[in-house]
Each structure stands twice: as structure tokens, then as C-alpha cells.
């Protein structure tokens, strides 16, 4: 069983930057592609950053696309979210998610709040 648990949420000011942590247990996590998704309130769970389970490539949605910034270190079994230049727009509760065959698992989500 595959546990995600996410951290570093908050609130922050518009232009500012947080970074998201994303701790997993239960399965060694190198194999697998890992991501970030996100939910506003009213809105449905959206794609925001993907990274390859070697960390050698990511992709981003064209909302965050130079602002942030989606790495790993697998020694560690920890997925990341840097968030810089932070807009009101931003604001959602963040979750990172791990698919293993055709399961996918889910944290339980960090809130992020952008103040203008």
C-alpha cells in the first residue's frame, strides 16, 4: 500500500514562493512517474507538473510553465513543488499523486493561498 503525504502549504503573498513536499511509503518510488494536481474551490482536480520516474524529464501545464518547477530525490522517496512568482490564481488545495499499473494513489492535499 502506498502512502502520500504532502507538506509546505500556506499562505502567501502574490509574487512570492512556496515549496511543496510530497513524502511517499509503502513502495520504492524510482520506477514510477509522479505529479502534481491541483483543486480550487468550485473547480475540478487539475493538471499542474508530471516528472519522470528517473527525474530526467518533466512536463508542465501552460498555467505554471516557468513559474514552477517539479523535481524528486528517490533516496529519499520525496516528490517537490517549487512555486515561485505565486498568483491569486494559484490558490487550491495541492495533491501529488503516484500511479502503479492502473491504481493511482493520492495524498491527502496542502492548502495554498495566494493573497493580492
Known amino acids: 500500500q502506498v502512502q502520500l503525504v504532502e507538506s509546505g502549504g500556506g499562505l502567501v503573498q502574490a509574487g512570492g514562493s512556496l515549496r511543496l513536499s510530497c513524502a511517499a511509503s509503502g513502495r520504492t518510488i524510482s520506477t514510477y512517474n509522479m505529479g502534481w494536481f491541483r483543486q480550487a474551490p468550485g473547480k475540478g482536480r487539475e493538471f499542474v507538473a508530471t516528472?519522470?520516474?528517473?527525474?530526467?524529464?518533466?512536463t508542465y501545464a501552460d498555467s505554471v510553465k516557468g513559474r514552477f518547477t517539479i523535481s524528486r530525490d528517490n533516496a529519499k522517496s520525496t516528490l517537490y513543488l517549487q512555486m515561485n512568482s505565486l498568483k491569486p490564481e494559484d490558490t487550491a488545495v495541492y495533491y501529488c499523486?503516484?500511479?502503479?499499473?492502473?491504481?493511482?494513489?493520492w495524498g491527502q492535499g496542502t492548502q495554498v493561498t495566494v493573497s493580492s
Open positions: 516528472i519522470r520516474g528517473d527525474g530526467g524529464s518533466a
Open positions: 499523486n503516484l500511479r502503479v499499473a492502473l491504481t493511482t494513489y
